[in-house]
């Protein structure tokens, strides 16, 4: 690098003014690119409350870029003692490593703990040219990875033009699926349903009509209706769920009074009712675009009940607030029959290890193939109705 352009870590983001990182890509609430996840809010609840620390193998070691004394970029990074909360596997690779006689961690990882949703990783400030800045940024992630004595580090959920940039600094790419609604201008539920074969209609809307017996209602809170009270319950359910399907869940309470207090405005939380009492929730965050829905838990089981909270009422919120998508989260081909569609999602990595790195490039060279082998598969199957319009006649009416 240039004399006057220098890398800096720092160990938390107490030490970035908050007009400087808001001068950064996606991450000003009023931008056009505002991403939730970037936010100062967001990231300084993370650290605050606990949930992504040294303790739970999430050491702050966010890289910042300066010119001349002034910081032009930054890129959101962990040094991680493990490889949970991360949504891209990579056990595999360390196992190898480490079977080998390598040490694999700890690694370095960009990303935002715990969310598996694309966002900007490279930021770069306001009026800055952002191929360079991307590239600057791009060279510091290696450079800390040798100079720290590390075996790699990963990029992930990032979009393409961080790829790009990356991938001409020796990081090597690889792609995964994800599920995303697309607002196409649907002028609400029904205008979206319309688009769908005669079957797919019915059964959603038999679906939903289900989950909603034994009067169950749904509300939608955001901004000073998310109360300690509401969180307290919130946070049962994630904790009754989270036990049962990760074991042991990320995200202290403490993180959800913290994000309520700092981007309460910017939080859908979709509670679900029975007589009167919290039943089932999901967390969803806004941005400038797009809803993202996060996770969800529940203490009552009720057929259908979790697409209900988790996927139909995130699309009703877009489409009446005029968001173009719902990022539902990882994974989840059920999500397709509900009018998700499948998108790619990509990440990027840099390993130290020449011979760890050619395993790991003939990996991800299939890997690809394979992803977009099924992605293709899947845009063949989606619930939308065909181009050919008698493939949507003689079904039964709908109900």
Known sequence: MADDV??????????????DWASLSGTARAGPDYNPFLSLGFLSSLEDSGS???????????????????????????????????????????????????????????????????????????????????????????????????????????????????????FLHRTDQQFHFINRGYANHDAFLSELSSAKRKNLRKERRVALENSVTIDWLTGKDLTEDIWDQFFHFYMDTGS??????????????????????????VIAKRAGRCIAGAINFIGADALYGRHWGCVEDHPFLHFEVCYHQAIDYALAHGLGRVEAGAQGEHKLARGYEPVTTHSAHFIA??????????????????????????????PFRKADP??????????
């Open 244 to 269: 049962r399907k990760w074991g042991r869940p990320y995200l202290t309470r403490q993180f959800y009074s913290l994000i309520g207090e700092r981007m309460a405005e910017d939080i859908l939380l």
């Open 52 to 170: 992504a620390c040294a303790e739970t193998g999430w050491m702050p070691h966010h890289l910042v870029l300066e010119e001349s004394g002034r910081m032009i970029g930054a890129v959101p990074c962990y040094l991680k003692s493990h490889s949970q909360g991360e949504y891209v596997f990579d056990h595999s690779w360390a196992d190898a490593y480490q079977r080998a006689g390598g040490r694999y961690y700890p690694k370095l990882q960009a990303t935002i703990p715990f969310t598996p949703a694309t966002g900007p990783r490279l930021l770069v400030r306001n009026g800055e040219d952002v191929s360079r800045v991307q590239g600057l940024l791009a060279q510091g992630l290696r450079q800390v990875t040798t100079e720290l004595g590390l075996s790699s580090a990963h990029v992930t959920f990032a979009p393409e033009t961080d790829v790009q940039a990356l991938e001409q600094n020796g």
């Open 6 to 19: 220098t890398i800096r870590i720092i160990g938390s983001l107490l030490e970035i003014d908050s007009v």
């Open 353 to 382: 290890h020449p011979g760890l790195r050619r395993a790991v490039s003939a990996y991800l060279d299939e890997e690809r193939r394979e992803v977009a082998e099924i992605g293709a598969y899947l845009d063949g199957h989606t």
């Open 390 to 399: 008698q493939q949507d006649q003689g079904g039964e009416a709908d109900e």
